[in-house]
């Protein structure tokens, strides 16, 4: 069974879930990151079928599977922000690094935590690869109505502290300041896999194209026919990660 605990990143309190194979001494470890919660249940059940994910990757490859929720999200205390978020993926990067059985990181990522995965690469040598599902090239059409997403982001509860955030105008810029473009032809000559559906209804096929074209050669591209926005269900986008996490050089 995953083992539960909690990571702190910065003044906030992270749950997370690690699948980890018995009576290995040292294994890589996969991170896998959620996306922004829609829907209902909204941010109590955002990552709820990743701790089975994270099990069955573990078990598949033999590899460390953490997942996590991100702050405002399931049992992880804060609220949502662009910046905050990023932080989280830093100290869960950070948490695995320091372990003596982990011998490397990697990343993975659903929509808008793929979209951080590839920033955060970008900018941490640490990580020594990245996989994304359904990543948007861009998140600056969040940002075109600022009371009208913080609404949003109230009523899917990743925000219940009043007065946060204390400047929306700021933290409504942090989306724009985003660029998932830039960042990926930082990834290579790592390993980096982009996979998408081709009817995704949120976030174009498209993106993935200017993903990877952004990449440059080298970077892994999938397009799943007929799959949707929420390709962590297609049994198919688990062997591509199972089969991409087997190639890595650990």
Not at 37 to 66: C, E, F, K, N
Not at 68 to 85: E, N, V
Not at 130 to 153: E, K, Y
Not at 185 to 196: D, E, G, Q, T, Y
Request: charged share 15%; net charge negative.
């Amino acid at each position: 069974m995953p083992e539960e605990l909690t990571i702190t990143s910065g003044e906030a309190t992270l749950a997370a879930v690690l699948a980890k194979p018995p009576g290995i001494a040292r294994v890589p470890a996969l991170v896998l990151c959620h996306g922004f919660p829609q829907g209902p249940g909204g941010a109590s059940s955002v990552a709820a079928t990743y701790p089975d994910i994270a099990q069955h990757l573990s078990d598949l490859t033999g590899w460390a599977v953490l997942t996590f929720t991100f702050r405002g999200a399931g049992k992880s205390t804060g609220d949502f922000s662009i910046s905050g978020w990023l932080t989280d993926i830093d100290a869960v990067v950070t948490w695995l690094e320091a372990r003596s059985d982990i011998t490397g990181v990697w990343l993975a990522g659903s929509a808008t935590g793929a979209a951080l995965c590839i920033v955060h690469a970008a900018a941490d040598t640490r990580v020594r690869g990245v996989a994304t599902l359904a990543a948007p090239a861009t998140m600056r059409h969040w940002v075109d109505n600022a009371p009208q997403l913080l609404d949003h982001a109230q009523r899917m509860g990743v925000i219940t502290t009043p007065g946060f955030p204390a400047n929306v105008a700021a933290w409504a810029r942090q989306f724009t300041e985003l660029d998932p473009l830039a960042a990926a032809a930082k990834i290579p000559p790592r390993p980096f896999l982009v996979i998408h559906g081709s009817e995704d209804p949120v976030v174009p096929p498209e993106s993935s194209i200017a993903i990877v074209d952004a990449a440059g050669p080298g970077t892994e591209h999938r397009i799943l026919a007929g799959a949707g926005h929420l390709l962590r269900h297609d049994p198919r986008v688990i062997a591509l990660l199972a089969g991409w996490m087997s190639r890595q050089d650990r």
